[in-house]
């Protein structure tokens, strides 16, 4: 019972809801983002994970991973376990708390061999359309 509450409590604690400009704002003045492609990350985020850093999806049809996080990092390459291939070298479990530093150097690493079109997300709802209502009433 007490094991019970205190799981629900840390869980509780580090669950994330972002607010879009909250979170333009941190990717570009925390994590050094390109403030150019700050819109695209964040309709990228929206249509991933609605801002929920505690979200995780799948399981993925093609080989049952899962997505993890804010990002919806996949596990069967980028962290572990439970996969032994672990490009980011972190544990999955860590991509789904409140603090995104460790899922931004993730997700560098990603981008930097794929770009965005390694989220499907971004694919089908965010390339060549008009991001500009993802950074409505937005000052970063
Ligand atoms: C965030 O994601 C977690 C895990 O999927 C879920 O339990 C929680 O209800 C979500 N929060 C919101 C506000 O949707
Ligand atoms: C993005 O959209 C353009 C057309 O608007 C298309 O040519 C391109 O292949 C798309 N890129 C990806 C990665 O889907």
């Given at each position: 019972m007490y094991t019970?509450?205190?799981?629900?409590?840390?869980t509780f604690v580090e669950s994330k809801i972002?607010?879009?400009?909250?979170?333009?704002?941190?990717?570009?003045h925390k994590h050094d983002f390109a403030k150019q492609d700050v819109a695209n990350w964040i309709c990228l985020v929206k249509h991933e994970s609605e801002f929920?850093?505690?979200?995780?999806?799948?399981?993925n049809g093609y080989d049952n991973s899962y997505d993890h996080g804010l990002f919806q990092i996949n596990d069967h390459y980028w962290c572990a376990p439970p996969e032994e291939i672990n490009?980011?070298?972190?544990r999955c479990d860590d991509?789904?708390?409140?603090?995104?530093?460790?899922?931004?150097?993730?997700?560098?690493?990603?981008f930097d061999?794929?770009?965005?079109?390694?989220?499907?997300?971004w694919k089908?709802?965010?390339?060549?359309?008009?991001?500009?209502?993802y950074m409505k009433d937005c000052q970063i």
């Open positions: 019970i509450l205190l799981i629900s409590i840390l972002y607010d879009s400009c909250e979170l333009a704002k941190e990717l570009v929920n850093t505690t979200a995780k999806g799948g399981p490009e980011c070298n972190m991509l789904r708390n409140d603090d995104i530093t460790d899922d931004v150097k993730c997700v560098r690493k990603i061999i794929h770009g965005f079109s390694a989220w499907t997300a089908n709802h965010c390339n060549g359309t008009d991001l500009s209502s």
